[in-house]
């Protein structure tokens, strides 16, 4: 009995419904590729919290509600479509005691991951990147398109780096830390924590918690 009720629960999770976070470009991208992420959930729709997004389709789908609306919904999963690490980390604040939510991680099938890779939850991994052998993810990191990350990085958790992004290995990006455009992370190199990178710099050194560079 105890094997089938697990099996049970296995094949529910796979099958849950999903819904995107963030009614924006993001969120209209993935429902675009989302055969890509070959996930057997079904996309449902958006949560957003902008009142003005309420009942509209976006994408052929349509924004079922508030961020808080998702407390109501059963047997639900969850990606977030959110750049600001702040606003990831208040809409899984927000949702803490949800008591069956997932956030499974999104790997577009067009992107190579080292198989040794670990990865936490939430994460999502756009077409064109490459992610080498070792490297460590955490929670709810975006990592767009043509990313390159070097082997044995650590990224931590709720950091977003936009396309094209090159990580040297040994590397280690802190928590809540936005990586710009074509910016290039040299190797051995730590981020600090809540670090923004504006596109297209070249990092050759530490840089300290709530480092800003222009």
């Given at each position: ?51 003005k997004l309420q009942g509209k389709m976006l994408s052929g789908l349509p924004v079922l509600g508030t961020i808080e609306s998702v407390m109501e919904m059963e047997k639900i999963a969850m990606v977030l479509a959110v750049q600001s690490p702040n606003e990831k980390v208040d809409v899984v604040r927000r949702l803490f005691y949800h008591p069956s939510l ?113």
């Amino acid at each position: 009995m105890l094997i089938s009720q697990r099996v049970d629960r296995i094949q529910s999770n796979l099958y849950m419904k999903l819904i995107i976070a963030g009614a924006n470009k993001l969120g209209e991208y993935l429902v675009e590729t989302y055969p890509e992420f070959r996930l057997r959930h079904e996309l449902i729709g958006f949560v957003d919290d902008n009142p003005k997004l309420q009942g509209k389709m976006l994408s052929g789908l349509p924004v079922l509600g508030t961020i808080e609306s998702v407390m109501e919904m059963e047997k639900i999963a969850m990606v977030l479509a959110v750049q600001s690490p702040n606003e990831k980390v208040d809409v899984v604040r927000r949702l803490f005691y949800h008591p069956s939510l997932d956030f499974p991680n999104l790997f577009s099938s067009n992107a190579w991951v080292s198989k040794d890779c670990i990865f936490g939850k939430g994460n999502l991994i756009l077409d064109g990147s490459l992610i080498n052998f070792g490297t460590l993810i955490g929670d709810f990191n975006t990592i767009s398109r043509n990313c390159s990350i070097g082997h044995e990085t650590v990224i931590s958790n709720y950091c977003y780096l936009e396309e094209s992004v090159r990580f040297g290995g040994y590397s280690y990006l802190e928590e809540e830390s936005v990586i710009g455009k074509e910016a290039v992370i040299s190797q051995g190199v730590r981020i600090g924590r809540e670090a923004r990178i504006s596109p297209g710099i070249h990092i050759i050194e530490d840089m300290l918690s709530d480092s800003k560079i222009k």
